[in-house]
Each structure stands twice: as C-alpha cells, then as structure tokens.
C-alpha cells in the first residue's frame, strides 16, 4: 500500500484550496459536507464560489496566499490548474508543516482524495492509488446502486439510539437486533420518524426473545477461487461468531469472515503436523456450547474426505444443534479446468471418489475394477500414493497409456495441469514438482489435449 486510507477528524479544523475555476470547485463541492472551515485563495473565482462566501459557507481571498495563509490549516489543496503555480502552493505549504494535494498530480501530492460513496455517517472511501480512475468509477457507481439512499438517516438515527440498545447484552444478542434494524426493517424505513419507531418496536422484542443458541455450521469452501463459494457459505461466514477452518482454505475465503469473528486454524495436513481430530471435535462443541454460530469451513465439500462425520458426531453426542451448506470439490473444479465431464455417455456412467491415504486398504478386486479402460476416479490426496497407484493399476491390466491428469491448485490463480500417461505418471509428476493440493483425474485428460497426448502439459493461467 502506497496510500493509506484514514478518516479525519474535520472538527474544528481549516482547510485551504488555492484556485477558482473547475478543479476548484470539484473539491470545494466535496469540502462543503464536511465540517471544516474553508479559506479559499484565487485572484479570480467562479460565480459559485462568490455565492458560497456571501452565504458564509466558505471564506474567499480574492488574492495570492502567503505562507503565513496556510499555517495551522489541516490540509492544502492546490487547484489552479497550472503545474508552476500549484507547486508553488505545494512548497509553501510545506514550508508551514501542512500536507498538501495538488489536483490529478498523483506524484507531487502528499495526500490523495478518495472516489466517495456519501451515505453520511456512513462513507466509503475508494482509491486505486491511479491506477485506474475507471475502476474506481466503476466500484462507486456499483455502490451508489447497491446502497439505500436511506442508508445515512437509518445509521443517524440508529447512532442516536445506541445508548438505549445497550440494554440487550453486548455480543450477539445485540448484534441480532442492529442487523435486524439494518437489513430487516431498514428497507422499508421511509423517514426519521419511521426509523425510530422500528427501532423501538425492535428493541422490544429482542428484550423479549429467547436467547438463541450456539450452532454449528459445516460449510464447503470450495477449491479455493471465492467466487465458488455458495450465497449460503458467504451468509453464514457473514454471521458467523467462530471460524474454525482447515489449511485449504484461502486466504480470500477468510477474509470474508465477520470481522469480529474469532478466526482459529486447526490446520490439518494430509502428513504434517495437526491439530487432533478430538481437540478439533472438542474445539467446535466448546464454542457452540457457549452461544456462539460456530463456521466449520472446510475445503471443497465438506462432505468430501473431510472426517465430517465424527465432527456431527461430537455435536450430537453434546446435543448441539448442525447443519451442513454444501460446495464445489476439488473433483468438480478439476474437470472443469481441463474442460472435461465427470461422467460420459458411452464412456463412463460411474465415477468414483478416492483418497490415496488409504488406498493401502483396497482389495483386488477394486483394483481390477479401476484397471478397466474409460473408468473414471478422482483420486484425492493421491501424490504421495502415486508410484503405488500406478502399481497396482498396471499389475490389474491397466493400458500402460491410460491418461490421467493431475490438476494442482484447482480453481485458483497458481493452477497447473501435468497430464501424462500411466506409464511415465510418477516420473512426470515428480518433474512437475507440485506443492500445492492436487487432484489426480484417472481416465482423464484435458479436452484440448486428448487428441495430441503430449506427455507433460503445464499450464499457467496467471
Ligand atoms: N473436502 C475437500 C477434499 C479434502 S481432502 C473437497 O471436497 O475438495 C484434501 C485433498 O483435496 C487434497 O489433498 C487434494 O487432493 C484435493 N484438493 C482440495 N482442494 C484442491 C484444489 N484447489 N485443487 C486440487 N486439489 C484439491
């Protein structure tokens, strides 16, 4: 971050712009809405600017500043429009110890005006540091759409009434009626008086309510990229009090938690070190037991090789209440990388999940199975089983050539594809060197590449 957005205090303070014609009065249009005083210097001014003096909105000097003009001033915007004369305004306003902005000089400025989205008391601030002015455009006209215009009076009022709503215990009981407030009855407020009686209409019956018990939601994250995750998953990772999440999941995902949410990483490796699946079991019921809307996140689908089962277990052994929002798994993310169909008519009318952690177990007849030409698996977990795989698949009557097709990172910016036939598979996947979570597709390869059968593809989509 080259810029960092604050917000100050306009409280008793003085601002001062030097200029008086377009870019002057752009800022200025912005520097009215706030509670600054506003010295304006210009040897010449725009008719608005002259109105806003005799209204004794804004103070004009109808000459060049001193330096002196601009001591003990929070903020200098420099606007004339004319590169010489702005540095000049700059300079000085250095010289008496006050941050200066020089209007669309992104590098001679010390400060930069956000892209603003005015909701007050609720304001977004947008900046792309200038890169790119259409983004920010973009994203505000984006926002001015999505938000209420009412935003700003029912956050008036409801700021008004937080001494009152402290009657509701802090936490989520209180948190439960202001998101009420907000997203409940908040659409349908039409005006000030509207919005205080909702609010103590509300107030009363969340006095009255039972108070909710803890929960537990086991929610699939998907593969990784956050735009595969479920309206139901962003919902409940909005409300949720504890996230408790395992090592795939992004760091985009977590960033979408409620920000107060208590965020603990059980960071389970297929290998590694972990956290045991008891103190994770224990970890969930704990939290829940307490009151709070407990996130199990989970990779993929949480009811994909994720040991969900002995988690519901805990909860119902504790009598805690679950439920399960369902996601993309890695199989379903990985064939949509190499543009291929889980099952095919004429091909395959099965196809079968697999963890290569305890293949160990399978009998041989699974084996045999799974040697048959056009079978399809996705095999989970499988790298470390891979020399093992291809064992066995050869020593069932494998075709030395049966393609598979291992998919690293699936879904996300870092994904790769090696696809590569049975025969030459660990060799080939040990030169890809993967270190990231990897799918491996039995029976597969890459639509564009079925024809060909190259025997390594890599694919950077970065
Ligand atoms: N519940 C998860 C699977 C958990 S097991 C799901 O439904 O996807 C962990 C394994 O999933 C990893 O070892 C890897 O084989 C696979 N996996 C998870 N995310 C992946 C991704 N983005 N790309 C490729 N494989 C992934």
């Known amino acids: 971050m080259k810029h960092f957005p604050v917000y100050l205090s306009m409280t008793g303070q003085r601002i001062v712009l030097v200029g008086g014609g377009d870019a002057a009065l752009a800022k200025l249009r912005l520097l009215l809405k706030t509670e600054a005083t506003l010295d304006v210097f210009s040897v010449e001014a725009a008719p608005e600017i002259h109105d806003w003096a005799e209204n004794g909105k804004l103070r004009l000097h109808l000459r060049t500043p001193e330096t002196s003009d601009f001591r003990g001033a929070l903020l200098v915007y420099a606007a004339e429009e004319d590169d010489a004369k702005d540095a000049h305004t700059a300079q000085q306003a250095q010289a008496a110890g006050v941050l ?29 540091e200038g890169a790119a002015p259409v983004l920010a455009r973009a994203i505000k006209a984006d926002l001015e759409e999505r938000l209420s215009p009412r935003l700003g009076l029912l956050a008036r009022v409801g700021k008004a009434f937080r001494a009152a709503a402290d009657a509701l215990p802090m936490g989520r009981r209180r948190r ?3 998101s009420d407030y907000y997203f409940g009855a908040g659409p349908r407020i039409a005006d000030e008086n509207g919005a205080q009686a909702a609010l103590e209409t509300l107030l009363d019956k969340h006095l009255k309510a039972d108070t909710r018990d803890g929960h537990v939601a086991f929610v699939g994250a998907g593969p990784g990229d956050p735009e595969l995750l479920t309206l139901k998953a962003r919902k409940a990772l909005d409300t949720a009090d504890v996230v408790i999440y395992d090592r795939l999941i992004t760091p985009e995902i977590l960033e979408l938690a409620r920000r107060e949410a208590t965020m603990i990483d059980v960071g389970k490796e297929a290998y590694g070190p972990s956290t045991p699946q008891g103190d ?7 939290h829940a037991r307490q009151g709070a809307q407990v996130v199990r996140l989970k990779s993929g689908d949480a009811t994909v090789f994720g040991r969900l089962d002995e988690e519901i277990d805990a909860c119902d052994a504790a009598g805690v209440t679950w439920h399960i929002v369902p996601g993309i798994t890695a199989a379903s993310a990985s064939v949509a990388a190499i543009g291929q169909s889980l099952t095919k008519r004429d091909r395959n009318g099965a196809v079968r999940f697999l963890t290569g952690h305890d293949m160990k177990g399978f009998a041989d007849h699974d084996w045999r199975q799974l040697a048959r030409r056009n079978e399809v698996a996705a095999i989970y977990m499988g790298k470390r089983a891979v020399r093992f795989i291809q064992g066995r698949l050869l020593m069932h009557g494998a075709a030395p050539d049966t393609p598979v097709t291992v998919i690293e990172n699936a879904s996300r910016a ?8 049975l025969h030459s598979l660990p060799a ?3 030169a890809a060197a993967f270190d990231g979570p990897a799918l491996m597709l039995l029976g597969l390869s890459p639509r564009a590449a079925s024809a060909a059968l190259p025997s390594l593809l890599e694919q950077e989509l970065a």
Do not use: M
Request: charged content about 20%; glycine content about 2%; overall charge negative.
């Open 414 to 421: 870092n994904q790769r594809v090696l696809n590569a036939p």
């Open 100 to 128: 200066a902005n020089i209007v669309d000089n992104l590098a001679d400025s010390a400060f930069i005006t956000p892209a603003i989205v005015d909701r007050d008391p609720v304001t977004i601030a947008i900046g792309t």
């Open 280 to 286: 994770i079991n224990a970890l969930i019921v704990e």
């Open 428 to 430: 080939d996947l040990a």
């Open 176 to 178: 439960d009626f202001w």
